[in-house]
């Protein structure tokens, strides 16, 4: 179960963030450029905590149809390529939070597709980038 209840579905039946405005700004990012394409919540996810563990981490950017994304050991900055104004810089923790609670949506949105790309991606990348996340998060 989603955990904050940060995503919602809109009028169009789309994920839109609804959590703390501060972050407003990842909450677009994920909804507008990662969207409910589970592989590419995976990449982030495993992207956010391998620049956790790795302080030599070089930075590496997602970039989508409306932002770009750079995830370092310094944290997670988004920029708007439409709006200059609509950017921030986000810590690693909050990253990863506002991830899983997106993936926790797309397990009710999807039920049955998000295993099956969990564990394609595993098996692709040797990692489950979600092992012992819910540790590391508390719940």
């Known amino acids: 179960m989603i955990r904050t209840q940060f995503y919602t579905e809109d009028v169009k039946d789309l994920p839109r963030f609804t959590g703390p405005a501060g972050l407003k700004v990842l909450g677009n990012w994920v909804t507008s450029d990662i969207q409910l ?9 495993d992207l956010v905590t391998a620049a956790q563990a790795d302080k030599g981490f070089a930075p590496e950017d997602l970039d989508g149809n409306a932002h770009t994304a750079t995830v370092s050991p310094q944290g997670v900055a988004v ?7 609509v950017q921030g810089e986000f810590t690693l923790d909050d990253a990863l939070r506002v991830l899983v609670d997106f993936w926790d949506y797309c397990c009710l949105a999807m039920p049955a597709q998000v295993d099956q790309h969990r564990r394609a991606y595993a098996e692709e990348n040797g990692r489950d980038p979600l092992a012992g996340i819910r540790d590391f998060l508390g719940g």
Request: no cysteine; hydrophobic share 45%; charged share 20%.
């Open 37 to 45: 394409v589970p592989p590419s919540v995976l990449e982030a996810i």
């Open 79 to 85: 920029e708007n390529h439409f709006v200059e104004h």
